[in-house]
């Protein structure tokens, strides 16, 4: 059974803290995604990876910034949370090409 | 600019009803329409529509696209609470990126 997993459900942190999220995927997927989710807003995408080491910029960057050592994690960095960066979290995996994503369960991220 | 528009934002029926929910894109060198349920966690896949007109079905939900009208639809039949979810709608472009929908939340009383 597929599975991608983050390291927390429910997070609550400072602000100015630097706060690491991590996901972890046992499919041995190339591809790997971090997004926002937000109500109203649907999903946004921040960054993805299609390979170790590599990384692009999603639509909302800013803020952000990701890490991947090895093929199955991807972390999000948040360099000094803010409290518009108070939302959900998620990260997904896929194989290349047209691969529909895997979801993990999500971080619900509260800086405060 | 590529966007996805699903309505409605949100749904009340009761249980047994029939509903369907709506997925309209804009995207330049559209690929494929995804549709995903979110119940409180994380979401799961339900349907990938690459052709037109072609129906896709799982117990019951069903899904069609029309890439004239650039539309798709879920439908759910027969509903009952355990269909009470937030569903999603992707479309892919040609880069394989997705584009989302804010999501319909659907909410079946019993």
């Known amino acids: 059974d597929v599975k991608v997993t983050q390291s927390s459900r429910y997070l609550v942190k400072r602000t100015g803290e630097k706060v690491f999220l991590e996901c972890v995927q046992d499919m041995d997927h190339e591809n790997m995604f971090w997004y926002r989710q937000d109500p109203g807003l649907g999903l946004r995408l921040i960054y993805f990876?299609?390979?170790?080491?590599?990384?692009e910029k999603g639509d909302i960057p800013e803020g952000y910034s990701v890490s991947r050592e090895k093929k199955e994690r991807f972390s999000l960095i948040l360099e000094s949370a803010s409290t518009n960066q108070t939302s959900m979290y998620l990260c997904?995996?896929?194989?290349?090409?047209?691969?529909?994503?895997?979801f993990g369960p999500g971080t619900r991220l509260t800086v405060t | 600019e590529d966007k996805v528009v699903q309505s409605p934002l949100s749904l009340v029926v009761h249980e047994g009803d029939t509903v369907t929910l709506n997925c309209s894109y804009e995207?330049?060198?559209?690929?494929?329409l995804l549709w995903y349920k979110q119940e409180k966690k994380a979401p799961t896949f339900l349907f990938m529509l690459?052709?037109s007109g072609i129906e896709k079905k799982s117990g019951r939900l069903s899904s069609i696209l029309d890439k004239k009208e650039l539309f798709s639809i879920l439908n759910i039949t027969a509903t009952q609470t355990g269909d009470s979810a937030v569903y999603l709608c992707?479309?892919?472009?040609?880069?394989?990126?997705?584009?989302w929908g804010a999501g319909t939340k659907l909410i079946i009383k019993p």
């Open positions: 990876s299609y390979d170790v080491k590599m990384k």
């Open positions: 690459t052709s």
């Open positions: 997904a995996s896929s194989l290349p090409g047209q691969g529909a994503p895997y």
């Open positions: 992707a479309a892919m472009d040609s880069n394989y990126q997705l584009i």
């Open positions: 995207v330049t060198n559209f690929r494929s």
